[in-house]
């Protein structure tokens, strides 16, 4: 098995979190522990451990997780782990990207779905007037992918095997 650290974070006794909703301040109603993996520190794999907090808005009366800087709560790895992951696996092949990472190519694949995703929510198709469609032989020359790309931004629309 892999060496691993952990790196245990938690608020102070008091603290008040914004509700997400509305912004007001709140205390802690309860709380949910949590890990994620952060960038390798000496090599060594390195996990966050906290205390993630859930507030009882008193003025929505909504019971809420509340987000934290670092990650995505539903996510076992920080942001920075993803950016990581994200720039390995578009220099190599993903089983390649995954030993260099010491993960499971199946959460490779959820961080890889959680970023595209996210992109394509933000991608505006509204001006896409002209589409061209390309394919090619994969790298290993072993399938054909079909390229789907906006003519006038050069933004590959879509990509299928
Ligand atoms: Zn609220």
């Given at each position: 098995m892999d060496e691993a650290r952990s790196l245990y974070i938690d608020f102070e006794r008091e603290a008040e979190f914004a509700c997400p909703h509305c912004g007001t301040a709140n205390k802690v109603y309860d709380t949910e522990k949590k890990l994620w993996r952060h960038l390798d520190f000496w090599n060594w794999k390195t996990y966050f451990h906290a205390r993630a907090p859930r507030t009882d808005c008193t003025n929505c009366n909504i019971v809420t997780l509340v987000p934290i800087q670092?990650?995505?709560?539903?996510?076992?790895?920080t942001l920075l782990f993803g950016a990581w992951a994200m720039r390995l696996m578009a220099e190599r092949p993903f089983n390649a990207a995954a030993r260099e990472l010491r993960e499971h190519d199946t959460r490779m694949w959820r961080i890889f779905h959680y970023y595209v995703n996210q992109a394509m929510a933000e991608?505006?198709?509204?001006?896409?007037t002209w589409i061209a469609v390309n394919e090619t032989l994969s790298r290993c020359g072993h399938r054909y992918i079909t390229l789907f790309v906006?003519?006038?931004?050069?933004?590959?629309l879509f990509a299928t095997a």
């Open positions: 670092w990650a995505r709560l539903q996510f076992h790895f991608l505006n198709l509204t001006q896409v906006d003519v006038n931004t050069k933004i590959v």
